[in-house]
């Protein structure tokens, strides 16, 4: 197979254009929803925690798993896990639709809660970006890459671009949470999960005698908030 050609693109050039598009970031974010149940059931070390059913609940399950859950709801009988690429601070005017929602159709599918990874690690890991084309066109991709397909048809309002959207194929994709970024919508709840779900370390003085514990968190949590975002 002859290899396509490439435009030419020094590295210093792709630095600086991403450096002045807000509208490219190196993150790659999944967001989560309330669920259909009315309860999330988290497993812990040495207990079991029931909680409400909520977005935020959802996101504690996710961290306390320590992976992500495929489903295969629009992905064409293949279990994915979807992420957007969207910038975090353009995110802000998506979730705020919320607030000024009038009925649940109108309001957004995701909540701002979840995870971010890396397009590196992502791709390395065997995520790709989608493959958004005119729903006639899904009889021409091979049926091993049908799992990306998003039709697109804007002369009948088709269009989900807005959303850019990953998918990594799989059962569930287990995250390092030193290769992920949390997000919650305020600093009162990134400091929850940073010391709810930290390690303990045992705190020992000069002569080796136990002093105590102290926490060390394991995930690296930013808010919305920080961006301009109003819950």
Same mark, same amino acid.
């Given at each position: 197979? =002859?290899?396509?050609?490439?435009? @030419?693109?020094s590295?210093?050039?792709?630095?600086?254009?991403?450096?002045?598009?807000?509208?490219?970031? $190196?993150?790659?974010?999944?967001? =989560?929803?309330?669920?259909?149940?009315?309860?999330?059931?988290?497993? @812990?070390? %040495? $207990?079991?925690?029931?909680?409400?059913?909520?977005?935020?609940?959802?996101?504690?399950?996710?961290?306390?798993?320590?992976?992500?859950? !495929?489903?295969? =709801?629009?992905t064409?009988?293949?279990?994915?896990?979807?992420?957007? +690429?969207?910038?975090? %601070?353009e995110? #802000?005017?998506?979730? $705020?639709?919320?607030?000024?929602?009038?009925?649940?159709?109108?309001?957004?599918?995701?909540e701002?809660? !979840?995870v971010?990874?890396?397009?590196?690690?992502?791709?390395? @890991?065997? !995520?790709?970006?989608?493959?958004?084309d005119?729903p /006639?066109?899904?009889?021409?991709?091979?049926?091993? @890459?049908?799992y990306?397909?998003?039709?697109?048809?804007?002369?009948?309002e088709? /269009?989900?671009?807005?959303?850019r959207e990953?998918?990594?194929? !799989?059962?569930?994709?287990?995250?390092?949470?030193?290769?992920?970024?949390?997000?919650?919508?305020?600093?009162?709840?990134?400091?929850?999960i940073?010391?709810?779900?930290?390690d303990?370390?045992? /705190?020992? /003085?000069?002569?080796g #005698?136990? +002093?105590?514990?102290?926490?060390?968190?394991?995930?690296? =949590?930013?808010?919305?908030?920080?961006?301009?975002? +109003?819950?």
């Amino acid at each position: 197979m =002859t290899e396509a050609k490439m435009p @030419q693109l020094s590295k210093e050039l792709a630095r600086r254009i991403r450096i002045v598009r807000r509208d490219i970031g $190196s993150l790659l974010f999944h967001f =989560t929803r309330l669920p259909a149940m009315k309860s999330v059931q988290i497993e @812990q070390p %040495h $207990s079991t925690t029931i909680m409400s059913a909520s977005a935020g609940a959802v996101l504690r399950k996710i961290l306390w798993d320590g992976y992500l859950l !495929g489903s295969s =709801t629009w992905t064409h009988g293949e279990n994915c896990i979807c992420f957007t +690429e969207a910038p975090i %601070h353009e995110f #802000n005017s998506i979730f $705020s639709l919320v607030a000024i929602a009038s009925s649940e159709s109108e309001r957004p599918r995701y909540e701002p809660y !979840g995870v971010a990874v890396t397009k590196r690690w992502l791709f390395a @890991q065997g !995520g790709r970006p989608v493959i958004y084309d005119h729903p /006639d066109a899904l009889a021409t991709i091979p049926t091993e @890459q049908r799992y990306r397909f998003v039709a697109y048809d804007p002369t009948r309002e088709i /269009d989900f671009t807005w959303e850019r959207e990953w998918r990594y194929r !799989g059962d569930r994709l287990f995250i390092n949470p030193k290769e992920t970024l949390v997000v919650v919508p305020t600093a009162d709840e990134a400091f929850e999960i940073a010391y709810e779900l930290a390690d303990m370390e045992a /705190d020992y /003085d000069r002569d080796g #005698n136990l +002093e105590g514990a102290y926490h060390v968190p394991r995930w690296l =949590t930013v808010s919305l908030d920080i961006f301009g975002f +109003e819950p």
